[in-house]
């Protein structure tokens, strides 16, 4: 069992930054791979970012390319999503997610592949 903790959420304007956390309660972290959803109110939840165990590969979803950066710090047990010139469109509610069964440089993008999710941390943007 995985737990996934997210902070960091918050109301910001237009153009502004945020920073999300998520800690993971796992002894095998270190070859997790991790991924940010988002869900919008009203859509499906969506895929932003995914980092391999390492960290040597990352994949970013083309909305957020150039503004979202996707990090862990594997001692820390931690993944981090700095989100910066964030847009009106970006609100959602940000949940982190873990796939235990990552290979060495992969970074999923699909729901399904993520075994455990945390309970999601809100992100609002105002114009």
Partial sequence: QVQLVESGGGLVQAGGSLRLSCSAS????????????????????????????????????????????????NPKDTVYLQMNS?????????????????????????RYEYDYWGQGTQVTVSS
């Fill in 86 to 110: 964030l847009k009106p469109e970006d609100t959602a509610i940000y949940f982190c997610a873990a796939d235990i069964d990552g290979k060495p440089l992969y970074a999923g993008t699909e």
């Fill in 26 to 73: 796992t002894r095998t972290f270190r070859s997790t791979v991790m991924g940010w959803f988002r869900q919008a109110p009203g859509k499906e939840r969506e895929f932003v970012a995914s980092i391999s165990p390492g960290g040597g590969r990352t994949v970013l979803a083309d909305s957020v390319k150039g503004r979202f950066t996707i990090s862990r710090v």
